[in-house]
């Protein structure tokens, strides 16, 4: 799930480290390329869809708002083209949600014998009728100061090595 949730970051088209680094356009960035790569992410993990629901609407503002200096076409060609950039990502992420939805439609009802889809009954257990107080509640704070550090763990010494390079690069 995290490959795929990577690469498909790789060809997201929002992020501008797609066209500095790779000269030879072997990661392009592309829509489609980059909402199979979530579409595969999200079939492994359904919980990895709270990164593209979020990524859709920043790319989507950005395509409504965008930077005036990033415009370098005539007002009417970029109003008109905006639209054809809005229509694509949308019709793509619905095409996206309606094959996720219908792989795993299928999957669960054949494997539960009735009409099931488990990322319903995961939300409604866990959010709606607060299941996942069986398995123990830790305050609210608790995953701002001690459970962001349990999570990452052994990552710091990357983290703070990445930071460090990164600062030095800029």
């Known amino acids: ?17 797609n066209h500095q680094k790779h000269q ?16 595969l ?61 219908t792989l795993h439609l299928s999957i669960d009802s054949y494997y539960y014998q009735q009409l099931t889809l488990s990322i319903y009954n995961f939300i409604k257990f866990n959010i709606l009728t607060n299941g996942s107080a069986l398995y123990g509640i830790y305050p609210k704070y608790w995953y701002l100061i001690e459970g962001y550090l349990v999570t990452l763990g052994y990552y710091y010494p990357l983290i703070v090595y990445l930071l460090y390079k990164f600062k030095k690069t800029t």
């Open 1 to 17: 799930e995290c490959i795929f949730t990577v690469i498909s970051l790789l060809y997201w088209p929002g992020f501008e480290f």
């Open 24 to 39: 030879n356009n072997h990661h392009k960035p592309s829509l489609k390329k980059s909402l199979c790569y979530a579409f």
């Open 41 to 101: 992410a999200c079939s492994f993990r359904p919980s990895a869809c709270i990164i593209y629901i979020f990524l859709i609407a920043q790319y989507s503002l950005n395509i409504l708002y965008p930077n005036p200096k990033d415009v370098k076409t005539s007002q009417y060609q970029y109003s008109r083209t905006k639209y054809i950039h809005l229509a694509s990502l949308w019709s793509g992420s619905f095409i996206f949600l309606t094959c996720y939805l």
